[in-house]
């Protein structure tokens, strides 16, 4: 039994460990990849707590309004490096997204925001339209996406409010979404909250503010409206969806009516444009909504509760790793006698693993939150095991010491 003495210096060890790890924790939230080992236990507790429990609740139907320009297509020339023709490409048809953007700005306070989920690379002979509407369109964030040196790539038309809607993948997997990536651009989603809110993010480093909160630039969706509820729903429960040239041949007033204070998103819902997700495949324009719904929600805010949780459950593992001659060492010692090295390394490697997942159901049932338990694991045994190791040289120091002493 450790003495009074040596059990204060355990606990004040505990928690000054217990500080370290809330930093390297908050270090590895921010990172942009998640471990492969993790993502079984995100894909069972976000199914479960969305799926069974249904603890997520709907957005309500009627604040938004979907757009689909999956079937409106044109051909165009495909031209090769030297600008010859050599065949046909398809692209988005562009006289219906100007005579849409029209439609937009002919009464543009009428809508709330509207996403327009297209990125212009070509020309077409079609362009004049879209073009004068793009320069002066009002509450419409336009997709743009990054070259491989993170910086914007070049729209062939001039936008007011431009947004990132490039995913970045884990294992191909739209995991984490990341509302600043590149050299400092700003996606879709945060866009879409700055100009709804009026607000601007702060840019604090390793974590930025917004609304007075501190959040995590990089987060795990949960994806409240899914590609179900958009597409195979019961009409009652499905969110409303018109096709772009069903829209375009409704009267004005209709159309103003369709739209008044929705945010529309205007997308390939239906063909090309999909990733694989926690949920499977999710048309992209979606995953942007999410992540604005996310930031609305407040999912990827540090909240004190949620580091006062973090505080808790890493100072009580921090108890058991520093002090070494633990009760579960010292059971398994005298259990198992010899052979409780190995037992120990294989009991302490699951209890951790277990701990950690046990800690992070907690954070994301309370706070929205997964936690990276293979990296918490990894750190908390290896820590272990210098201690150990630690402790037994300094054993067989002080014993090698007396012995001198005796002689």
Not at 154 to 165: A, E, I, V
Not at 250 to 278: C, M, N, R, V
Not at 293 to 298: D, R
Request: proline share 4%; hydrophobic share 45%; glycine share 4%.
């Amino acid at each position: 039994m450790a003495s009074k003495k040596t059990q204060i210096y355990i606990f004040i060890g505990a928690m000054v460990n217990a500080l370290l790890m809330i930093v390297l924790t908050l270090f590895s939230l921010s990172q942009a990849y998640t471990l492969d080992d993790e993502v079984l236990l995100i894909k069972l507790t976000s199914g479960f707590k969305n799926l069974i429990l249904k603890a997520h609740e709907k957005p309500p139907r009627e604040r938004f309004l979907f757009i689909s320009v999956t079937w409106e297509k044109q051909f165009i020339d495909k031209l090769d490096k030297n600008g010859f023709p050599i065949g046909n490409d398809v692209i988005t048809n562009r006289q219906s997204l100007g005579e849409l953007l029209h439609t937009l700005n002919r009464n543009p306070d009428n809508h709330k925001l509207a996403i327009l989920d297209v990125f212009f690379v070509d020309s077409s002979a079609n362009d004049s339209l879209l073009k004068a509407e793009l320069e002066r369109v009002k509450n419409c964030v336009v997709s743009m996406h990054k070259k491989e040196n993170g910086l914007a790539d070049s729209s062939r038309f001039k936008t007011p409010n431009p947004g990132l809607s490039d995913m970045e993948t884990n294992n191909d997997m739209v995991l984490k979404y990341h509302l600043v990536q590149g050299n400092n651009l700003k996606t879709t989603p945060l866009r879409m909250y700055e100009m709804i809110y009026n607000t601007k993010l702060e840019d604090l480093g390793l974590y930025d503010k917004l609304d007075g909160h501190y959040i995590l630039n990089a987060f795990i969706l949960d994806y409240a409206v899914r590609r179900y509820d958009l597409l195979e729903a019961p009409d009652d429960q499905r969110y409303p969806m018109i096709y772009l040239s069903e829209f375009l041949t409704l009267p004005p007033e209709l159309q103003d009516e369709f739209t008044k204070d929705k945010i529309i998103i205007i997308g390939d819902f239906e063909g090309a444009d999909k990733h694989e997700t926690i949920y499977g495949d999710m048309p992209g324009p979606l995953i942007l909504l999410n992540a604005f719904l996310a930031l609305e929600s407040g999912d990827n805010r540090i909240s004190p509760l949620f580091i006062l949780l973090l505080f808790i459950s890493f100072s009580i593992i921090s108890i058991k790793v520093i002090w070494v001659r633990d009760p579960i060492t010292l059971y398994l010692e005298k259990r198992f006698g010899g052979q409780s090295l190995v037992i120990e390394m294989f009991a302490d490697t699951m209890f951790y693993m277990l701990y950690f997942a046990s800690v992070s159901v907690v954070s994301y049932f309370s706070f929205g939150i997964h936690l990276a338990i293979l990296f918490l694991a990894m750190y908390v045994y290896g820590l272990e095991t210098l201690i150990g190791f630690v402790e037994k040289r300094f054993r067989i120091s002080s014993k090698t010491s007396d012995e001198e002493l005796v002689k």
